[in-house]
């Protein structure tokens, strides 16, 4: 069962015959476009050239391109964007920086520092991975699986404050 082939120069797709996925129209979708896997979040973003400080609760990710100084958050997933700074304290499952992060962060996952990404002050991860660039500067622990008392990461140096770079 085919169709006739669109005319030159129609504004139609070549899938515009195809019938949409059942329900795509009530969920806000694109039938033409992959479907990402990733669930809703409540997502706060701080948008370049803003500065929040305070508390911030219930914020599944943040993401930020400004400043945020806080005491302490609690969330899923940190985002530092590069130019972004992030001062005080963070207990995340997993982050990604290519901004600046001062202070203490905390990693139950994952944590990337990419080429652009500095972390200064105490951080502890279960799992690290540093671009060729990135620096980390201070306290790095690394978080057992068993989800133990941090260990230590390597022993202390005279230089273990300079800038690390990895090559990745």
Do not use: H, W, Y
């Not at 911030?56 to 005491?71: C, H, N, P, W």
């Not at 660039?133 to 008392?149: F, H, R, V």
């Amino acid at each position: 069962m085919g169709r006739a082939p669109l005319p030159p120069g129609s504004p139609l797709s070549p899938n515009a015959g195809v019938p949409p996925m059942p329900g795509a129209a009530a969920r806000g979708m694109n039938p033409q476009q992959p479907k990402k896997e990733v669930p809703d979040q409540r997502t706060l973003v701080v948008g370049r050239g803003i500065s929040v400080q305070g508390t911030v609760q219930d914020a599944e990710r943040l993401v930020v391109e400004g400043t945020v100084e806080s005491s302490m958050i609690s969330a899923k997933e940190l985002a530092v964007m590069p130019g972004g700074l992030f001062r005080g304290g963070v207990e995340v499952e997993n982050a990604e920086i290519a901004g600046t992060v001062d202070g203490t962060l905390t990693v139950r996952g994952s944590l990337t520092v990419r080429a652009t990404g500095r972390l200064l002050g105490k951080a502890a991860c279960r799992r690290l991975k540093v671009e060729d660039g990135g620096q980390i500067t201070g306290q790095l622990e690394m978080l057992s699986d068993d989800n133990k008392a941090p260990k230590p990461a390597a022993p202390a140096t005279p230089a273990a404050d300079a800038p690390v770079k990895a090559e990745g």
